[in-house]
């Protein structure tokens, strides 16, 4: 995974607050709270993996901005192109046309 300079300030900054968490994490699971520490750990491990697989700012941006556009103005999914008016018979109306034929 190729990390940007962005990238790695934010990185940096989650693992800022993510290390002190996971080491008072280590603290409670040698102390005996065997549920408090593992929970801290999930938290710890969570600040840091979600930010930089599930939380992609680009990713984010692309999908407000595609709901902001109207139909018109987004990218079609297939390379055919937009399909031409007229065509967005439902199934209901193209049994309906079948039966009338």
Known sequence: MRLGVMDMIGLA???VFALPLANYAVVRLLAGEFVLGVGL???AAAMVVLPQ????PGRLVRGLLSGLLPRQLRRASSDDGPEPPGDEAT???QTRRARDE
């Open 13 to 15: 900054a989650s693992l």
């Open 41 to 43: 750990l999930a938290v």
């Open 53 to 56: 697989y599930f939380l992609d």
């Open 91 to 93: 199934a209901e109306d």
